[in-house]
């Protein structure tokens, strides 16, 4: 992984915040996520076990969304 960001060169902090990823259907879907941030520009950034981490939960709203039959362009909560 990444130590300082590529961008502006300060060392990178390992923070927690929600993100919410968009989609035709179900619609938008926040998801807690563990990730790498730039203090000075807010680049982010996801190693690889983040990013399964995240894919996984994803994987598990959306199924979950599937089955309520949301229209598109909801906001899930």
């Known amino acids: 992984m990444l130590d300082v960001c590529p961008n502006c060169g300060v060392k990178l902090e390992l923070v927690k915040k929600k993100r ?5 259907n179900p619609g938008k879907i926040p998801i807690d996520c563990t990730l790498y941030e730039c203090p000075k520009c807010g680049e982010e ?3 690889e076990k ?3 981490d995240v894919v996984k ?7 979950a969304e599937r089955k309520i039959k ?8």
């Open 50 to 52: 983040q990013s399964l």
């Open 57 to 63: 939960k994803l994987d598990k709203a959306m199924k």
């Open 45 to 47: 950034f996801l190693d």
């Open 20 to 24: 919410v990823f968009n989609f035709d």
């Open 70 to 77: 949301v229209p598109a362009g909801s906001i899930l909560v």
